[in-house]
């Protein structure tokens, strides 16, 4: 009986642990800089993308170019494979309004749709409730947590360059943003890597720079 209770409390401590959320150590600042000041600035930028996944038993691989575009009245994200064929065309007006400009049947899924929209526009800083925004530290980096509909964003910045953006819930990470090559705070950084803890599949760009004014 002594063996059973200590096989249950230790249970309801493991299970405890893991439905704390994943930054409740963070060190809270009464101020710091916004995080806004990495929000991208470009007129053209294109990417290698691949996209890897798994749904159920069955994997999935899709491959292109993605084409991140600021005209004077919408920014326009455009996912094409190597033939020129459109997976999915998306566009944001300067209120940051979302609009699906034309989808391929098989991508054309709420779900699906509503995770491209969401990794997109956190990774373009678009939409963000800017007055829930909060500052953290923890050792050598800062966060900055903005509210969401759902759960909170965090951008993580470590020796003044952003790193990281980790979406949450109340209690597990949902989506990480990996960001490597940011010249400066407004660069496009030179590869980022989309991973998806529930959702079981990854996307990886690779910036493209020759010949992307064509």
Not at 1 to 9: A, D, E, I, V
Request: charged share 30%; aromatic share 12%; with cysteine.
């Amino acid at each position: 009986m002594t063996r059973f209770l200590k096989l249950s409390s230790l249970a309801i401590v493991l299970f405890a642990v893991s439905c704390a959320s994943p930054y409740k150590n963070l060190q809270k600042e009464s101020i710091g800089n916004s995080a806004m000041r990495f929000q991208p600035e470009y007129k053209r930028e294109l990417y290698r993308c691949v996209v890897d996944g798994k749904v159920l038993f069955k994997k999935f691989h899709l491959s292109g170019v993605l084409l991140f575009k600021e005209l004077d009245k919408e920014t326009r994200v455009v996912f094409q494979n190597e033939m020129g064929i459109s997976f999915f065309n998306f566009s944001w007006d300067k209120a940051d309004n979302f609009k699906v400009n034309s989808i391929m049947p098989e991508l054309d899924r709420p779900a699906v749709v509503k995770t491209l929209q969401k990794d997109i526009s956190l990774f373009l800083m678009k939409g963000l409730d800017k007055s829930s925004e909060q500052h953290y530290s923890q050792g050598d980096e800062h966060y900055h947590r903005f509210t969401l509909d759902k759960g909170f964003v965090y951008y993580i910045e470590k020796t003044a360059r952003l790193m990281r953006i980790v979406n949450t819930g109340e209690r597990k990470k949902v989506t990480t943003i990996t960001l490597e090559g940011k010249e400066k705070n407004i660069s496009m950084p030179e590869k980022v890597f989309f991973e998806h803890h529930k959702a079981n599949f990854s996307i990886e760009l690779t910036k493209i720079t020759a010949d992307v004014n064509e």
